[in-house]
Nanobody, 119 residues
Framework: QVQLVESGGGLVQPGGSLRLSCAAS????????TGWYRQAPGKERELVAT???????NYADSVKGRFTISRDNAKNMVYLQMSSLKPEDTAVYYC?????????????WGKGTLVTVSS
């Protein structure tokens, strides 16, 4: 059973920074990719950033240049460094890990951590 546990959320002022962490129960090498998604009140969950195990990252246009995803394979940790935060970044942020099993895609999710950007 894969477990993902997020931490690091909180209240931050506009223009501030925050780093989210995600601890995975298994090796990150067992996933094809890990990433971060977010869901704002009244909106659908959306991709924020992903990191492929074989290399490469992908970002939503709305966070490019402000957010950076990274991973520590030795510690089974995934991070999201967020800077120049805006009120519209307010959301619950979820850690995601993906595996491919033949024709099946398996997504694992953490319970989320709330980020509130407000003055």
């Amino acid at each position: 059973q894969v477990q993902l546990v997020e931490s690091g959320g909180g209240l931050v002022q506009p223009g501030g920074s925050l780093r989210l962490s995600c601890a995975a129960s298994g090796s990150l090498f067992s996933f094809v990719a890990t990433g971060w998604y977010r869901q704002a009140p009244g909106k659908e969950r959306e991709l924020v950033a992903t990191s492929a195990t074989r290399g490469g990252t992908n970002y939503a246009d709305s966070v490019k240049g402000r957010f950076t995803i990274s991973r520590d394979n030795a510690k089974n940790m995934v991070y999201l460094q967020m800077s120049s935060l805006k009120p519209e970044d307010t959301a619950v942020y979820y850690c995601n890990a993906r595996r491919f099993g033949g024709a099946i895609t398996m997504d694992y999710w953490g319970k989320g951590t709330l980020v509130t950007v407000s003055s």
